[in-house]
């Protein structure tokens, strides 16, 4: 059982990043998927969650209008579409799985039974 992210790097201000989560050892469809940040010293802040029963979808008030999350079942796989990057958005990014299908909405850490390895953002001109 496996999750892993991608597709961090360097961008400009004002530029995008997709970041992708894959699943491997399970079926990423029928479960919460949420992606986080983290900055050195302090905790992971969830920016988006995704629901595994309708597609609801939740954004924090930093991301809202910039960001966009979403699945692709057939490839076990949920996106972050990053867009208007801010050098505030700069963190590590990891995704993460749980069984409980309420934690897409406000994501909540100690709720996600599965974490991806990581990977950095880097928002500088």
């Known amino acids: 059982v496996q999750l892993q992210a991608s597709g961090g790097g360097l961008v400009q201000p004002g530029g995008s990043l997709r970041l992708s989560c894959v699943a491997s050892?399970?079926?990423?469809?029928?479960?919460?998927v949420a992606w986080f940040r983290q900055v050195p010293g302090k905790g992971r802040e969830g920016v988006s969650g995704i629901s595994d029963r309708d597609g609801s979808t939740y954004y924090a008030d930093s991301v809202k209008g910039r960001f966009t999350i979403s699945r692709d079942n057939a490839k076990n796989t949920v996106y972050l579409q990053m867009n208007s990057l801010k050098p505030e958005d700069t963190a590590v990014y990891y995704c993460?799985?749980?069984?409980?299908?309420?934690?897409?909405?406000?994501?909540?850490?100690?709720?996600?039974?599965?974490w991806g390895q990581g990977t950095l953002v880097t928002v500088s001109s």
């Open positions: 050892g399970f079926t990423l469809a029928e479960y919460a």
């Open positions: 993460a799985a749980s069984y409980y299908s309420g934690s897409y909405n406000y994501p909540d850490p100690a709720e996600f039974n599965y």
